[in-house]
């Protein structure tokens, strides 16, 4: 049965009217998109999409500072950066991962048939915590976007609490000629972000939940079905609908990365090669006071992460967000996974507060 939710009214339900379908269901192929209601939208006045190429938002290696991602991140939403990875390195991810496409090739909910996912790659593929996850640039942006450290008075004290961002999610996505393109859409929606129209300048990234970081594993073209995006619609409002002559087209070379927020409406296009296969992997940190878009927890093997320092574990999200989050017998998880880990307090600081000041 599913949840009956026309009482969860939100800004965004309020704008629809959903009426039963008359006339039987058209089903499409994807189960999760066949048709079984009407709705009437109220759409927003739409914000022009951005006419840019894909120079606007490329830098190079030696470019790339937090600083300028966030920049780029804030103007289109997107950040190229060529050749951040060494083909040395992406063949060893590549190297890493082929047995794990191997294993999903002949899974039977694949959609379409022609794409094949490893999902969850943080827990079967240290590689990808070691490259990947842990690349510095992807810490320092998820760093200056998504980290939390608050203040909160505690009786006669001020305590300090960290909440680090976590992996959200990190699947490496492999498509072959024939399969059709996916539908627009926001990878934000597992937070129910609501979007409200933003200006560049208003911008902040307080109205962001993940960040997405895409690795090119192999070239990707606009013939091979490179990720299409519409840069800018970070800005739109919630219910502004997508269309896809708005769409540029994220042409990587293999060791290329972008950065892109999940706010940011994109989907994989057509693979209209006869024989080319384009491999990505996207790595989404999240906000650690959310969930994890992949459960990481439910077939966790221990001994696994154990292989993973410290700084590691708590971007797998096997750490506390303070106070209190995601304990186990109210310590943080480290304590039982790290060995030697000790912690007195769940919090990051505590202070006693002298005088207040204006
Ligand atoms: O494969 C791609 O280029 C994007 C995939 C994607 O957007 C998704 O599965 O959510
Ligand atoms: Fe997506």
Redesign the pocket.
């Known amino acids: 049965m599913t949840f009956p939710y026309t009482n969860c009214t939100t800004t965004t339900l309020n704008r629809l009217q959903i009426t039963p379908l008359e006339t039987s269901h058209e089903v499409s192929e994807t189960p999760s998109l066949a048709e079984t209601k009407i709705a009437k939208v109220h759409l927003p006045t739409a914000i022009p999409a951005l006419d840019v190429s894909p120079t606007a938002f490329t830098l190079t290696k030696e470019e790339a500072t937090p600083d300028a991602v966030m920049e780029l991140l804030r103007k289109y939403g997107i950040c190229t950066i060529k050749k951040l990875f060494d083909a040395s390195e992406i063949d060893s991810i590549n190297e890493e991962l082929d047995p794990l496409f191997e294993l999903k090739k002949n899974d039977p909910r694949l959609f379409p048939k022609e794409t094949i996912r490893v999902t969850n790659t943080v827990s079967k593929s240290p590689i990808v915590v070691n490259k990947i996850l842990s690349h510095p640039l992807n810490l320092a942006v998820a760093h200056k976007a998504l980290d939390q450290a608050n203040a909160f008075w505690i009786g006669n004290n001020i305590n300090i609490g960290t909440c680090p961002a976590i992996v959200s999610s990190s ?1 490496a ?1 492999q ?1 072959s000629p024939n399969a059709a393109c ?1 539908a627009l ?1 926001r ?1 934000d929606q597992s937070d129910h972000n609501i979007r409200y129209p933003q200006t560049y300048e208003s911008f902040s990234f307080n109205s962001e939940s993940q960040i997405g970081f ?1 690795v090119a594993l192999t070239k990707t073209t606009r013939q091979n ?3 299409r995006i519409i840069p800018g619609s970070h800005l739109w409002d919630h219910l502004q609908k997508p269309n896809e002559e708005d769409c540029i087209y994220n042409e990587m070379e293999k060791g290329d990365a972008t950065f892109m927020l999940a706010s940011v409406l ?3 296009s057509s693979n209209l090669t006869k024989d080319e296969v384009r491999r ?1 992997l ?1 790595l989404f940190m999240g906000r650690g006071i959310y969930r994890q878009k992949e459960n990481i927890f439910f077939n966790a093997d221990l001994e696994y992460f154990k292989q993973f320092s410290v700084e590691q574990l708590r971007r797998l999200g096997f750490a506390m967000s303070e106070p209190y989050g995601n304990m186990v017998e109210l310590q943080d998880p480290l304590v039982k996974i790290k060995e030697g880990y000790r912690r007195t307090t769940n919090y990051s600081d505590i202070c006693r507060v002298n005088s207040q000041y204006e």
């Open positions: 699947i996505f498509i996916q859409h990878d895409s079905g490179a990720t994109h989907s994989a990505i996207i």
